[in-house]
Each structure stands twice: as C-alpha cells, then as structure tokens.
C-alpha cells in the first residue's frame, strides 16, 4: 500500500498531479465516503481550470469500515451511507459530470458499467 494513502486524498492528489502534469489526462478513483473528505475541492478544479477524470464508486456504504467490522465480529454497525447523487453535486460547482449506470447482481457487488462510447477529457 501507498504510504500516504488515506481515506479522502485521492482528489487533492489528481489535482497536484495535474498542475504538475498539465498535458496529461489524470484520472482519480475514490469512494462515496471518501468524496465527503473533500469533495468539494471539485469547486478548486474548476476555479483552476484543472481537468481531472473522476470515478467515484457508490456503493452507499465505509466499505473498509464494513470489511474489518464483517471480518472481526462478523456483522457491521454504522457503516451505510445514504444513496447520494454526486454528479449532481459536482455538477452544481460547474463542472461536468455524469451518471454511469452500473447493474446490481447481488447485495454490495456490481458488475462493470459498459464502456462510454465517447468521453471528452
């Protein structure tokens, strides 16, 4: 694991990686729980003019918090989140964002969303 990997770091990290990269496509993965870290550093990116791709994956749920609660008392407490829109929220600082649709197969596992045909970066 990443030393400096915390819950939350992933978005201020693609925004550094792209004021020292300007010419590449940086792309951030993160969590629903982590979006609520900083979030709203979507509004710096686009005061910045700095284009970052975001996945942010919803399971409405502090998965590390459900895996290690599942895996030593074998149920989980406190761990879901609402179901929330972020796209929507990033959205309303300006920027562009959309909803990928993913299919549920069974509580807690997704299968992949079908690739976009086309993406503007």
Known sequence: MFPASHVGSSLPTALA???AYPNSRVFMLTGDGAFGFNGMEFDTAVRHGLNIVAIIGNDSAWGIDRQIQLGLYGRAV???LRQSRYEQIVQDLAATASLSSVRRISNRRWSAPS???SRRY
Request: proline share 22%; no cysteine.
């Open 78 to 80: 406190a761990t879901d």
């Open 17 to 19: 990686a792209k004021v």
């Open 115 to 117: 690739p976009p045909t």
